[in-house]
T-cell receptor, first 115, second 111 residues
Framework: EPEVTQTPSHQVTQMGQEVILRCVPI?????FYWYRQILGQKVEFLVS????????KSEIFDDQFSVERPDGSNFTLKIRSTKLEDSAMYFC?????????????FGQGTRLTVV | SQQGEEDPQALSIQEGENATMNCSYK?????LQWYRQNSGRGLVHLIL?????REKHSGRLRVTLDTSKKSSSLLITASRAADTASYFC???????????FGKGTTLSVSS
């Protein structure tokens, strides 16, 4: 069964460092999302991506964040200068051509720890 | 905000009992979805109900939608210990460009 894969599963980084979280969405999907979940809290929307551009972003997704689909298969989230409060689980998801009007498939997440 | 808000925040039941979780949202929707999350894992899609549907079943899951009250409920019948997880409702935003999740209900089923 097709699945969304995320790497790494866990990343520890120093405050101020750049991190890149990687995702391989399901191959025929057209919508891609990043979400964040701080431990024990709700799943927060960061950004959606469609047709090679950002279609929506939340207020969390400030200038420190960027997304890219560099090669037609990977979908990456970059945090330029990490802060302690960026520590969270980051989930990638992908969906079919109806985007938010159809189910989203989630990866298992990357646990980011900023020290 | 478009976000759904679930209640209760936490629910503890015995195996075999039914579990009901509710979700309220604020603006008009195209559909409403329910997801499940095991601790520390990714979310898994359970069921999608469209705005013109009132009830939908999938196995032991029953979802209702009342668009006049802007609310939905998820019923899990004959619960099992393996149903222990967090359950989230999600709706698309008004622009149809993002799927927004509520705060979730944490369900604990004890054997």
């Amino acid at each position: 069964e097709p699945e969304v894969t995320q790497t790494p599963s866990h990343q520890v980084t120093q405050m101020g460092q750049e991190v890149i979280l990687r995702c391989v969405p399901i191959s025929n999907h057209l919508y891609f999302y990043w979400y964040r979940q701080i431990l024990g809290q709700k799943v927060e929307f960061l950004v959606s991506f469609y047709n090679n551009e950002i279609s929506e972003k939340s207020e969390i997704f400030d200038d420190q964040f960027s997304v890219e689909r560099p090669d037609g298969s990977n979908f990456t989230l970059k945090i330029r200068s990490t802060k302690l409060e960026d520590s969270a689980m980051y989930f990638c998801a992908s969906g079919g051509d109806r985007g938010p009007n159809t189910e989203a498939f989630f990866g298992q997440g990357t646990r980011l720890t900023v020290v | 905000s478009q976000q759904g808000e679930e209640d209760p925040q936490a629910l503890s039941i015995q195996e075999g009992e039914n579990a009901t979780m509710n979700c309220s949202y604020k603006t008009s929707i195209n559909n409403l979805q329910w997801y499940r999350q095991n601790s520390g894992r990714g979310l898994v899609h359970l069921i999608l109900i469209r705005s013109n549907e009132r009830e939908k079943h999938s196995g032991r899951l029953r979802v209702t939608l009342d668009t006049s009250k802007k609310s939905s409920s998820l019923l899990i019948t004959a619960s099992r210990a393996a149903d222990t997880a967090s359950y989230f409702c999600a709706t698309g935003n008004q622009a149809g460009t993002a799927l927004i999740f509520g705060k979730g209900t944490t369900l604990s089923v004890s054997s």
